[in-house]
C-alpha cells in the first residue's frame, strides 16, 4: 500500500487531500506545517505531497532528496528561483509540479495552445482568474499555466509578452500580449477564462472549479503515478495520459 506525506496537511488543500487519499483506500503516512519535521515525514512515506508555502519548498526538496522519495508539487506563487531548485532536485528523484491537478484544467490547458496555434496575434489574450478570499498570490499558478500553454501554442516566451495588473495610463493594448487580471473575495474554489478577443468576435475557454475534492483526487492521482517513476521533473498531462 503506498504511503503519502502531507505537506502543509492542515491547510485547505492538506485536509482535502487527507481525505482523498482515505478515498482512494490509500495509507497516510502523516503531515507536516510550519515548523514540522519534514525529513521525519520523507523518511516514512513512499511519496511526498506539497502544498504549503514557496517559503517552505527548498527544505521539501532538501528532506525529499535525502530520503530519496519523489514529491508532488502544488504549492503555487513560484518565483524563477523555485524552479531552478525545482529542475536540482529532479535530477536526483521524480518531482511533478503543476499549477493545477485537475482534470479540467489539464485538459483546458491543451485546447488554449490549440486555439492560440491557430488563432493569430490580431486575436487578444486576456486571462481572467477568480479565486477565494484567503489567497494569496497572484495570478494563480493556474492562470499562468495558461499563459504558458498560450505562449507555447504562439511560439513565444510568455515573459516577453505578459501584462501582468494594468493601472493608471497604460498606453494601449500591445499587440502580441498576454494580459492577466486576478479577483478575490468569498469562497470561490477556482474560476479561469482564457478569453481570445479579435474583431467583431470573441471565444472564451473556461474551467470552473466547485470545490477543492478535484485538485485533491488529481494530486494523490498524481502521487501515485510519480512514485513509479524514475528521476526527472514530470507535470499532469503525462500523468492523465492528455
Ligand atoms: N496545484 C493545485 O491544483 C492547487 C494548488 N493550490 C496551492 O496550494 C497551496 C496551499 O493552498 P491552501 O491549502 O489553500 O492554503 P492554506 O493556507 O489553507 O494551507 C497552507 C498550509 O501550509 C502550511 N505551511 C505554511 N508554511 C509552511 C512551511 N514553511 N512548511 C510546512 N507547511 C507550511 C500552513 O501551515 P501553518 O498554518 O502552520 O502556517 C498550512 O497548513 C497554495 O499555494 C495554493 O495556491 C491550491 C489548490 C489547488
Ligand atoms: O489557492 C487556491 O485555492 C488555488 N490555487 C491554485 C492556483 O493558484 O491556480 C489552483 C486553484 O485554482 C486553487
Known amino acids: 500500500m503506498v504511503r503519502i506525506g502531507i505537506i502543509g496537511s492542515n491547510g485547505r488543500m492538506g485536509q482535502a487531500i487527507a481525505q482523498a487519499i482515505a478515498d482512494a ?18 523518511a516514512k512515506a513512499d511519496v ?49 509540479q503543476t499549477g493545477n ?18 488563432l493569430g496575434n490580431d486575436w487578444d489574450i486576456e486571462i481572467v482568474e477568480t479565486h477565494h478570499r ?35 495610463i497604460t498606453g494601449t493594448r500591445e499587440e502580441g500580449h498576454i494580459g492577466f487580471a486576478a479577483l478575490r473575495g468569498g469562497t470561490v474554489a477556482g474560476d479561469h477564462t482564457v478569453h481570445f478577443l479579435a474583431d467583431n468576435e470573441r471565444l472564451a475557454l473556461s474551467h470552473m472549479a466547485e470545490n477543492r475534492g478535484i485538485f485533491a483526487k488529481g494530486a494523490v492521482k498524481a502521487a501515485q503515478w510519480v512514485r513509479e517513476k524514475d528521476a526527472g521533473r514530470y507535470t499532469m498531462p503525462e500523468v492523465l495520459g492528455l
Do not use: C, Q, Y
Not at 514557496?54 to 526538496?61: G, Q
Not at 491537478?101 to 496555434?117: D, I, K
Not at 498570490?137 to 495588473?165: C, I, M, N, Y
Open 101 to 118: 491537478t485537475s482534470l479540467g484544467v489539464t485538459l483546458l490547458a491543451h485546447l488554449v495552445r490549440e486555439a492560440a496555434a491557430r
Open 25 to 42: 483506500g490509500l495509507d497516510l503516512a502523516g503531515g507536516v506545517d510550519r515548523d514540522g519535521d519534514v525529513a521525519g515525514l520523507a
Open 48 to 96: 511526498l505531497i506539497d502544498f504549503s508555502s514557496p517559503d517552505a519548498l527548498e527544505a521539501n526538496l532538501d528532506a525529499a532528496v535525502a530520503a530519496k522519495v519523489p514529491m508532488v508539487i502544488g504549492t503555487t506563487g513560484l518565483a524563477e528561483r523555485h524552479h531552478w531548485l525545482i529542475d536540482e532536485a529532479a535530477a536526483e528523484i521524480a518531482v511533478l
Open 134 to 168: 484567503m489567497k494569496v498570490d497572484a495570478p494563480s499558478g493556474t492562470a499562468l499555466l495558461l499563459g504558458e500553454a498560450a505562449a507555447k501554442g504562439r511560439d513565444v516566451t510568455l515573459g516577453d509578452v505578459s501584462d501582468r495588473g494594468r493601472d493608471g
